[in-house]
């Protein structure tokens, strides 16, 4: 199965429910994540689960993965900048 890409529409609204901070959109692995908070929102068949309930929080080497992959990727931040 291949990862459809979310709506640039869309990802200029999502938010952290948590927090209601900005994402980073990692489509190539089908995840929202918050670097703030240390956690993933999955994308399920192009539809993002963004339920606190069903978040997952990731360890220390998981962020830093995270945060090098979006540093390397030019990987897209949720909400338009400026």
Request: aromatic residues 4%; proline residues 6%; charged residues 35%.
């Amino acid at each position: 199965m291949t990862n459809m890409a979310l709506d640039p529409k869309l990802l200029d609204i999502l938010v952290c429910p948590e927090d209601h901070g900005a994402l980073l959109y990692f489509e190539s692995e089908d995840l929202l994540y918050n670097p703030r908070l240390k956690r993933r929102y999955d994308i399920r068949e192009s539809i993002p689960v963004m339920l606190i309930d069903e978040a997952t929080t990731v360890d220390d080497a998981e962020h830093d993965r995270l945060m090098a992959k979006a540093e390397s990727d030019g990987v897209r931040s949720t909400l338009p900048e400026g």
